[in-house]
Protein backbone atom coordinates (compact mmCIF):
# COMPACT_ATOMS: atom_id res chain seq x y z
CA UNK A 1 0.00 0.00 0.00
CA UNK A 2 2.73 2.39 0.90
CA UNK A 3 4.72 1.38 -2.19
CA UNK A 4 1.39 2.40 -4.10
CA UNK A 5 1.11 5.85 -2.58
CA UNK A 6 4.46 6.80 -3.16
CA UNK A 7 4.27 5.82 -6.98
CA UNK A 8 1.06 7.93 -6.86
CA UNK A 9 2.95 11.14 -5.79
CA UNK A 10 5.60 10.19 -7.24
CA UNK A 11 3.70 10.46 -11.27
CA UNK A 12 1.51 13.84 -9.76
CA UNK A 13 5.01 15.03 -9.11
CA UNK A 14 6.47 14.50 -12.63
CA UNK A 15 3.62 15.44 -14.56
CA UNK A 16 2.25 18.55 -12.38
CA UNK A 17 4.48 21.14 -14.13
CA UNK A 18 1.79 20.14 -17.75
CA UNK A 19 -1.07 21.38 -15.82
CA UNK A 20 -2.69 24.67 -15.59
CA UNK A 21 -1.64 26.47 -12.38
CA UNK A 22 -5.40 26.57 -11.39
CA UNK A 23 -5.19 22.15 -11.46
CA UNK A 24 -4.52 21.80 -8.09
CA UNK A 25 -2.95 18.74 -6.34
CA UNK A 26 -3.05 17.56 -2.81
CA UNK A 27 -0.10 16.35 -0.61
CA UNK A 28 -1.08 15.06 3.12
CA UNK A 29 1.39 14.17 5.56
CA UNK A 30 1.01 10.31 5.22
CA UNK A 31 2.42 10.79 1.62
CA UNK A 32 5.29 12.79 2.48
CA UNK A 33 5.95 10.09 5.23
CA UNK A 34 5.97 7.75 2.67
CA UNK A 35 8.56 9.59 0.72
CA UNK A 36 10.66 10.58 2.87
CA UNK A 37 10.89 6.77 4.26
CA UNK A 38 11.65 5.77 0.34
CA UNK A 39 13.92 8.24 -1.45
CA UNK A 40 15.52 10.79 1.58
CA UNK A 41 19.49 10.44 1.36
CA UNK A 42 19.90 10.22 4.87
CA UNK A 43 17.76 7.21 5.32
CA UNK A 44 19.28 5.50 2.21
CA UNK A 45 22.38 6.31 4.09
CA UNK A 46 21.25 4.55 7.08
CA UNK A 47 20.56 2.05 5.36
CA UNK A 48 24.24 1.54 3.86
CA UNK A 49 25.36 2.08 7.62
CA UNK A 50 23.17 -1.74 8.15
CA UNK A 51 24.75 -2.92 4.79
CA UNK A 52 28.25 -2.48 6.23
CA UNK A 53 27.56 -3.53 9.40
CA UNK A 54 26.56 -7.30 7.63
CA UNK A 55 29.35 -6.96 6.32
CA UNK A 56 31.66 -6.64 8.84
CA UNK A 57 29.73 -9.93 10.13
CA UNK A 58 31.46 -11.66 7.81
CA UNK A 59 34.82 -10.30 8.00
CA UNK A 60 34.39 -11.65 11.71
CA UNK A 61 33.66 -14.85 10.17
CA UNK A 62 36.61 -15.37 8.26
CA UNK A 63 38.61 -15.97 11.83
CA UNK A 64 36.62 -19.46 11.73
CA UNK A 65 37.06 -19.77 7.90
CA UNK A 66 39.39 -23.48 6.85
CA UNK A 67 42.85 -22.54 5.95
CA UNK A 68 44.72 -24.56 3.66
CA UNK A 69 48.62 -23.42 3.31
CA UNK A 70 51.88 -25.16 1.64
CA UNK A 71 55.39 -24.24 2.81
CA UNK A 72 58.22 -25.58 0.36
CA UNK A 73 61.82 -24.90 1.32
CA UNK A 74 65.08 -26.14 -0.66
CA UNK A 75 68.95 -25.87 0.22
CA UNK A 76 71.42 -26.50 -1.80
CA UNK A 77 75.39 -25.51 -1.64
CA UNK A 78 78.23 -26.32 -3.16
CA UNK A 79 76.97 -29.34 -4.70
CA UNK A 80 75.34 -30.73 -1.75
CA UNK A 81 71.55 -30.67 -1.38
CA UNK A 82 70.83 -30.00 2.16
CA UNK A 83 67.55 -30.55 2.12
CA UNK A 84 64.48 -30.15 -0.12
CA UNK A 85 61.15 -29.97 2.16
CA UNK A 86 57.38 -29.29 1.22
CA UNK A 87 54.41 -29.16 3.87
CA UNK A 88 50.74 -29.07 2.60
CA UNK A 89 48.09 -28.52 5.55
CA UNK A 90 44.83 -27.67 6.32
CA UNK A 91 44.11 -25.91 9.62
CA UNK A 92 39.69 -26.07 10.57
CA UNK A 93 39.26 -23.23 13.82
CA UNK A 94 36.40 -24.42 16.20
CA UNK A 95 33.68 -22.08 17.72
CA UNK A 96 35.14 -22.90 21.39
CA UNK A 97 39.19 -22.16 20.48
CA UNK A 98 39.54 -25.61 19.34
CA UNK A 99 42.22 -25.58 15.83
CA UNK A 100 42.05 -28.92 14.39
CA UNK A 101 44.77 -29.52 11.50
CA UNK A 102 46.10 -32.06 9.35
CA UNK A 103 49.07 -32.12 6.79
CA UNK A 104 51.98 -34.46 4.67
CA UNK A 105 55.21 -33.31 4.94
CA UNK A 106 58.03 -35.15 2.15
CA UNK A 107 61.65 -34.41 3.69
CA UNK A 108 65.03 -35.48 2.17
CA UNK A 109 68.62 -34.09 1.90
CA UNK A 110 72.15 -34.64 3.29
CA UNK A 111 72.37 -32.47 6.01
CA UNK A 112 69.06 -33.01 8.06
CA UNK A 113 68.36 -32.16 11.30
CA UNK A 114 68.17 -35.62 13.62
CA UNK A 115 65.34 -34.58 15.15
CA UNK A 116 63.38 -34.27 12.12
CA UNK A 117 61.54 -37.36 9.82
CA UNK A 118 62.76 -38.04 6.75
CA UNK A 119 61.03 -39.36 3.49
CA UNK A 120 56.77 -39.03 3.09
CA UNK A 121 55.06 -38.67 6.73
CA UNK A 122 51.54 -37.64 7.44
CA UNK A 123 49.68 -36.11 10.36
CA UNK A 124 46.29 -35.65 12.54
CA UNK A 125 46.38 -32.71 14.86
CA UNK A 126 44.32 -30.90 17.83
CA UNK A 127 45.22 -27.81 19.80
CA UNK A 128 43.15 -26.68 22.79
CA UNK A 129 43.40 -23.95 25.30
CA UNK A 130 42.92 -25.77 28.84
CA UNK A 131 42.91 -21.98 31.05
CA UNK A 132 43.11 -19.00 28.57
CA UNK A 133 40.38 -18.46 25.91
CA UNK A 134 38.73 -21.41 26.96
CA UNK A 135 35.43 -19.36 27.42
CA UNK A 136 36.16 -16.92 25.29
CA UNK A 137 38.94 -15.44 23.00
CA UNK A 138 38.91 -12.65 20.22
CA UNK A 139 37.56 -14.56 17.82
CA UNK A 140 34.20 -15.32 19.33
CA UNK A 141 34.31 -12.11 20.83
CA UNK A 142 34.79 -9.79 17.56
CA UNK A 143 31.97 -12.37 15.86
CA UNK A 144 29.06 -11.50 18.50
CA UNK A 145 29.70 -8.31 19.04
CA UNK A 146 29.45 -8.09 15.11
CA UNK A 147 26.47 -9.48 15.09
CA UNK A 148 25.27 -6.73 18.13
CA UNK A 149 26.97 -3.80 15.62
CA UNK A 150 24.62 -4.83 13.25
CA UNK A 151 21.45 -4.55 15.41
CA UNK A 152 23.14 -1.62 16.71
CA UNK A 153 23.27 -0.08 12.83
CA UNK A 154 19.16 -0.85 12.80
CA UNK A 155 18.68 0.80 15.78
CA UNK A 156 20.65 3.88 14.59
CA UNK A 157 18.85 3.20 11.29
CA UNK A 158 15.00 3.87 13.21
CA UNK A 159 16.31 6.43 15.51
CA UNK A 160 17.83 8.35 12.06
CA UNK A 161 14.29 7.79 10.34
CA UNK A 162 12.72 8.92 13.67
CA UNK A 163 14.15 12.32 13.90
CA UNK A 164 13.59 12.78 10.08
CA UNK A 165 9.75 12.16 9.93
CA UNK A 166 9.52 14.76 12.77
CA UNK A 167 11.63 17.31 11.30
CA UNK A 168 9.51 16.40 7.77
CA UNK A 169 6.28 16.64 9.93
CA UNK A 170 7.42 20.49 11.21
CA UNK A 171 8.11 21.38 7.52
CA UNK A 172 4.84 20.03 6.83
CA UNK A 173 2.33 21.63 8.99
CA UNK A 174 4.14 24.98 8.48
CA UNK A 175 3.56 24.68 5.26
CA UNK A 176 0.02 23.80 5.90
CA UNK A 177 -0.68 26.83 8.35
CA UNK A 178 1.03 29.07 5.88
CA UNK A 179 -1.65 27.59 3.02
CA UNK A 180 -4.81 27.76 4.56
CA UNK A 181 -4.19 31.37 6.46
CA UNK A 182 -3.67 32.49 2.76
CA UNK A 183 -6.89 30.67 1.54
CA UNK A 184 -8.71 32.52 4.46
CA UNK A 185 -6.99 35.89 3.44
CA UNK A 186 -7.98 35.55 -0.30
CA UNK A 187 -11.50 34.68 1.19
CA UNK A 188 -11.46 37.96 2.65
CA UNK A 189 -10.20 39.79 -0.62
CA UNK A 190 -13.19 38.46 -2.69
CA UNK A 191 -15.44 39.29 -0.11
CA UNK A 192 -13.86 43.30 0.87
CA UNK A 193 -13.90 43.61 -3.69
CA UNK A 194 -17.51 42.84 -3.29
CA UNK A 195 -18.02 45.01 -0.56
CA UNK A 196 -16.26 47.88 -2.18
CA UNK A 197 -18.30 47.21 -5.19
CA UNK A 198 -21.14 47.67 -3.54
CA UNK A 199 -19.82 50.36 -1.37
CA UNK A 200 -19.28 52.36 -4.56
CA UNK A 201 -22.68 51.91 -6.35
CA UNK A 202 -24.42 52.93 -2.87
CA UNK A 203 -22.39 56.14 -3.25
CA UNK A 204 -22.81 56.79 -6.84
CA UNK A 205 -26.88 56.15 -5.79
CA UNK A 206 -26.40 58.55 -2.91
CA UNK A 207 -27.54 56.56 -0.63
CA UNK A 208 -23.60 56.78 1.02
CA UNK A 209 -21.16 58.93 1.99
CA UNK A 210 -17.80 59.37 -0.18
CA UNK A 211 -16.14 58.51 3.05
CA UNK A 212 -17.60 55.00 3.24
CA UNK A 213 -15.66 54.24 0.35
CA UNK A 214 -12.25 55.36 1.43
CA UNK A 215 -13.53 52.66 4.15
CA UNK A 216 -13.72 49.50 2.41
CA UNK A 217 -10.89 50.60 0.25
CA UNK A 218 -8.54 50.72 3.28
CA UNK A 219 -9.98 47.33 4.41
CA UNK A 220 -9.17 45.73 1.28
CA UNK A 221 -5.96 47.41 0.43
CA UNK A 222 -5.09 45.82 4.43
CA UNK A 223 -6.24 42.52 3.32
CA UNK A 224 -4.62 42.44 -0.15
CA UNK A 225 -0.78 43.22 1.84
CA UNK A 226 -1.45 40.30 4.37
CA UNK A 227 -2.37 38.60 0.80
CA UNK A 228 0.84 38.82 -0.90
CA UNK A 229 2.55 38.60 2.52
CA UNK A 230 1.20 35.10 3.22
CA UNK A 231 1.35 33.97 -0.58
CA UNK A 232 5.15 34.62 -0.01
CA UNK A 233 5.04 32.53 3.34
CA UNK A 234 3.27 29.68 1.25
CA UNK A 235 6.31 29.54 -1.24
CA UNK A 236 8.82 29.86 1.00
CA UNK A 237 7.61 27.03 3.71
CA UNK A 238 7.04 25.19 0.46
CA UNK A 239 10.88 25.69 -0.05
CA UNK A 240 11.66 24.17 3.24
CA UNK A 241 9.02 20.83 3.39
CA UNK A 242 10.81 20.40 -0.63
CA UNK A 243 14.36 19.39 1.27
CA UNK A 244 12.44 16.07 2.75
CA UNK A 245 11.28 15.43 -0.64
CA UNK A 246 13.39 13.44 -3.31
CA UNK A 247 12.69 11.49 -6.48
CA UNK A 248 13.36 8.14 -7.57
CA UNK A 249 16.21 8.64 -9.48
CA UNK A 250 18.01 10.67 -5.97
CA UNK A 251 17.24 14.60 -7.11
CA UNK A 252 15.91 16.40 -4.97
CA UNK A 253 12.57 17.88 -6.40
CA UNK A 254 10.94 21.72 -5.72
CA UNK A 255 7.27 21.40 -4.99
CA UNK A 256 5.70 23.69 -7.51
CA UNK A 257 3.05 26.64 -6.64
CA UNK A 258 -0.26 23.99 -7.97
CA UNK A 259 0.51 21.32 -5.24
CA UNK A 260 -1.54 22.34 -1.77
CA UNK A 261 -2.22 20.50 1.14
CA UNK A 262 -4.72 18.20 0.88
CA UNK A 263 -9.03 18.98 1.61
CA UNK A 264 -10.09 17.83 4.76
CA UNK A 265 -6.61 18.81 6.18
CA UNK A 266 -7.92 18.50 9.83
CA UNK A 267 -9.15 14.64 9.22
CA UNK A 268 -5.50 13.19 9.22
CA UNK A 269 -5.78 9.42 8.67
CA UNK A 270 -2.20 8.79 10.64
CA UNK A 271 -3.51 10.44 13.62
CA UNK A 272 -6.43 8.13 14.31
CA UNK A 273 -4.28 5.00 14.76
CA UNK A 274 -1.54 6.79 16.67
CA UNK A 275 -1.34 5.83 20.59
CA UNK A 276 -2.05 9.44 22.54
CA UNK A 277 -1.77 7.19 25.78
CA UNK A 278 0.79 8.76 28.47
CA UNK A 279 1.06 5.23 30.04
CA UNK A 280 1.19 3.58 26.87
CA UNK A 281 3.80 5.92 25.37
CA UNK A 282 5.92 5.79 28.42
CA UNK A 283 5.92 1.97 28.02
CA UNK A 284 6.63 1.98 23.96
CA UNK A 285 9.49 4.22 24.26
CA UNK A 286 10.83 1.96 27.49
CA UNK A 287 10.70 -0.98 25.36
CA UNK A 288 11.31 0.09 21.77
CA UNK A 289 12.49 3.80 21.67
CA UNK A 290 15.72 3.34 18.88
CA UNK A 291 17.62 5.22 21.39
CA UNK A 292 17.53 3.47 24.28
CA UNK A 293 17.68 0.08 22.48
CA UNK A 294 21.15 1.35 21.46
CA UNK A 295 22.35 1.40 24.71
CA UNK A 296 21.59 -1.73 25.33
CA UNK A 297 23.48 -3.25 22.90
CA UNK A 298 26.10 -0.69 23.37
CA UNK A 299 25.93 -2.47 27.01
CA UNK A 300 25.53 -6.15 25.23
CA UNK A 301 28.80 -5.54 23.39
CA UNK A 302 31.02 -4.21 26.86
CA UNK A 303 29.82 -7.51 28.46
CA UNK A 304 31.55 -9.35 25.83
CA UNK A 305 34.48 -6.91 26.16
CA UNK A 306 34.97 -7.14 29.77
CA UNK A 307 34.59 -11.44 29.71
CA UNK A 308 37.29 -11.22 27.01
CA UNK A 309 39.24 -9.06 29.07
CA UNK A 310 38.87 -11.65 32.31
CA UNK A 311 40.77 -13.62 30.10
CA UNK A 312 43.79 -11.69 30.38
CA UNK A 313 43.64 -12.70 34.04
CA UNK A 314 44.52 -16.17 33.50
CA UNK A 315 47.42 -17.62 33.03
CA UNK A 316 47.75 -19.76 29.44
CA UNK A 317 47.81 -22.98 29.30
CA UNK A 318 47.61 -24.80 25.71
CA UNK A 319 47.77 -28.60 25.02
CA UNK A 320 48.33 -29.91 21.18
CA UNK A 321 48.24 -33.52 19.97
CA UNK A 322 49.40 -34.80 16.86
CA UNK A 323 49.25 -38.26 15.00
CA UNK A 324 51.50 -39.33 13.17
CA UNK A 325 51.79 -41.46 10.22
CA UNK A 326 54.31 -43.13 7.68
CA UNK A 327 53.95 -42.01 3.87
CA UNK A 328 50.85 -40.18 3.03
CA UNK A 329 49.02 -43.11 4.59
CA UNK A 330 47.75 -41.16 8.05
CA UNK A 331 44.28 -44.28 8.52
CA UNK A 332 46.65 -46.98 8.38
CA UNK A 333 49.25 -45.72 10.64
CA UNK A 334 46.23 -44.25 13.36
CA UNK A 335 44.52 -47.61 14.46
CA UNK A 336 47.74 -49.45 14.42
CA UNK A 337 48.78 -47.82 18.05
CA UNK A 338 46.86 -46.28 20.88
CA UNK A 339 47.41 -42.67 21.58
CA UNK A 340 50.61 -41.63 23.35
CA UNK A 341 51.90 -44.94 22.74
CA UNK A 342 53.67 -44.94 18.89
CA UNK A 343 53.46 -42.58 16.24
CA UNK A 344 53.13 -38.86 18.14
CA UNK A 345 53.89 -35.75 19.14
CA UNK A 346 52.32 -33.16 21.37
CA UNK A 347 53.15 -30.18 23.24
CA UNK A 348 52.65 -28.41 26.39
CA UNK A 349 53.00 -24.67 26.35
CA UNK A 350 52.35 -22.33 29.91
CA UNK A 351 52.47 -18.64 30.20
CA UNK A 352 51.39 -16.77 32.93
CA UNK A 353 52.53 -12.94 33.86
CA UNK A 354 53.55 -12.50 37.28
CA UNK A 355 51.48 -9.25 37.83
CA UNK A 356 49.03 -9.40 35.32
CA UNK A 357 49.32 -5.42 35.88
CA UNK A 358 47.57 -5.32 31.79
CA UNK A 359 44.60 -8.04 31.86
CA UNK A 360 43.93 -6.22 35.85
CA UNK A 361 44.02 -2.50 33.69
CA UNK A 362 41.95 -3.84 31.24
CA UNK A 363 39.69 -5.76 33.33
CA UNK A 364 38.85 -2.46 35.56
CA UNK A 365 38.52 -0.17 32.24
CA UNK A 366 35.98 -2.59 30.51
CA UNK A 367 33.93 -2.75 33.64
CA UNK A 368 34.00 1.56 33.88
CA UNK A 369 32.85 1.64 30.30
CA UNK A 370 30.06 -0.46 31.49
CA UNK A 371 29.15 1.72 34.33
CA UNK A 372 29.44 4.99 32.28
CA UNK A 373 27.29 3.95 29.78
CA UNK A 374 24.99 2.75 32.23
CA UNK A 375 24.65 6.26 33.69
CA UNK A 376 24.28 7.46 29.92
CA UNK A 377 21.56 4.99 29.81
CA UNK A 378 19.47 5.82 33.17
CA UNK A 379 19.58 10.23 32.45
CA UNK A 380 18.43 9.33 28.68
CA UNK A 381 15.18 7.14 30.02
CA UNK A 382 14.74 10.29 32.14
CA UNK A 383 15.24 12.45 29.40
CA UNK A 384 13.07 10.53 27.05
CA UNK A 385 10.58 10.16 29.76
CA UNK A 386 10.30 13.83 30.36
CA UNK A 387 10.13 14.70 26.59
CA UNK A 388 7.17 12.20 26.28
CA UNK A 389 5.14 14.19 29.15
CA UNK A 390 5.75 17.46 28.32
CA UNK A 391 4.30 16.95 24.94
CA UNK A 392 1.82 15.26 26.31
CA UNK A 393 0.67 17.44 28.47
CA UNK A 394 1.09 20.20 25.87
CA UNK A 395 -1.48 17.73 23.42
CA UNK A 396 -4.14 17.70 26.11
CA UNK A 397 -3.81 22.02 26.68
CA UNK A 398 -3.83 22.34 23.01
CA UNK A 399 -7.01 20.26 22.12
CA UNK A 400 -8.66 22.33 24.95
CA UNK A 401 -7.45 25.55 23.29
CA UNK A 402 -8.68 24.54 19.91
CA UNK A 403 -12.43 23.68 21.78
CA UNK A 404 -12.59 27.12 22.73
CA UNK A 405 -10.58 28.98 19.84
CA UNK A 406 -13.46 27.32 17.12
CA UNK A 407 -15.87 29.17 19.84
CA UNK A 408 -14.48 32.53 20.04
CA UNK A 409 -14.38 32.31 16.16
CA UNK A 410 -18.01 30.98 15.65
CA UNK A 411 -18.90 34.01 18.49
CA UNK A 412 -16.98 36.59 16.03
CA UNK A 413 -18.34 35.27 12.72
CA UNK A 414 -21.60 35.83 14.86
CA UNK A 415 -20.48 39.68 15.67
CA UNK A 416 -20.04 40.22 11.93
CA UNK A 417 -23.23 38.81 10.34
CA UNK A 418 -25.37 40.69 13.09
CA UNK A 419 -22.98 43.83 12.61
CA UNK A 420 -23.82 43.77 8.33
CA UNK A 421 -26.87 43.82 9.27
CA UNK A 422 -27.27 46.07 11.67
CA UNK A 423 -25.18 47.97 8.33
CA UNK A 424 -27.73 46.94 6.01
CA UNK A 425 -30.76 48.64 8.29
CA UNK A 426 -28.67 51.84 8.92
CA UNK A 427 -28.09 51.02 12.31
CA UNK A 428 -24.29 50.69 12.26
CA UNK A 429 -21.06 51.87 10.22
CA UNK A 430 -18.72 50.53 7.57
CA UNK A 431 -15.76 50.98 9.96
CA UNK A 432 -18.07 49.05 12.88
CA UNK A 433 -18.11 45.95 10.59
CA UNK A 434 -14.47 46.26 9.55
CA UNK A 435 -13.55 46.25 12.71
CA UNK A 436 -15.50 43.29 13.68
CA UNK A 437 -14.32 41.23 10.63
CA UNK A 438 -10.47 42.53 11.61
CA UNK A 439 -11.37 40.57 14.93
CA UNK A 440 -12.43 37.40 12.95
CA UNK A 441 -9.68 36.96 11.05
CA UNK A 442 -7.44 37.27 13.83
CA UNK A 443 -9.26 34.67 15.33
CA UNK A 444 -9.75 32.30 12.60
CA UNK A 445 -5.63 33.20 11.89
CA UNK A 446 -5.25 31.77 15.59
CA UNK A 447 -7.52 28.93 15.02
CA UNK A 448 -5.29 27.85 12.32
CA UNK A 449 -2.71 28.05 14.49
CA UNK A 450 -3.15 26.56 17.18
CA UNK A 451 -4.61 23.25 15.22
CA UNK A 452 -1.26 22.58 13.22
CA UNK A 453 0.27 23.38 16.57
CA UNK A 454 -1.77 20.71 17.79
CA UNK A 455 -1.25 18.17 14.82
CA UNK A 456 2.58 19.09 15.28
CA UNK A 457 2.32 17.73 18.71
CA UNK A 458 0.39 14.68 17.80
CA UNK A 459 3.18 14.08 15.88
CA UNK A 460 5.99 15.15 18.60
CA UNK A 461 4.20 12.76 21.35
CA UNK A 462 4.75 9.38 18.41
CA UNK A 463 8.53 10.87 17.87
CA UNK A 464 9.85 11.23 21.66
CA UNK A 465 8.57 7.58 22.17
CA UNK A 466 10.29 6.56 19.16
CA UNK A 467 7.29 5.40 17.25
CA UNK A 468 7.89 7.79 14.39
CA UNK A 469 9.58 4.77 12.15
Not at 7 to 28: H, W
Request: glycine share 4%; with cysteine.
Amino acid sequence: MTQKICLLILIVFLYTKGYAQDSLRTLNAEQVISLVRSYHPVVKQANIQVDKSKADILTARAAFDPIISTYATQKTFNGTNYYTYVSPEIKIPTWFGIEIYSGLESLSGNRLDPSQSTGQTSYLGISVPLIKNLVIDKRRAFLRQAKIFKSMAIADQKATVNDLLMEAMEAYWTWVKSYQTYKVIEQNVEINRKRLALVTASYQNGERPAIDTIEALTQLQSFEYEKNAYWLDFQNTGLELSAFLWTKDEMPYVLPENIVPQDGWENEVNIAAFNLSLENLLTAATINHPDLQIYDYKLEALQIDKKLKLQELLPKLDVSYNQLGKDFNLLKTTVTGPLFRNNFQYGLKFEMPLRFSQGRGDYKNAKLKIAETELGQSQKQLQIAIKIKSYYNEFETLKKQVALQSENYNNYQRLVKAEESRLTNGESSLFVVNTRETKALEAYEKLIALKTKYFKTVYALQWSAGLLQ
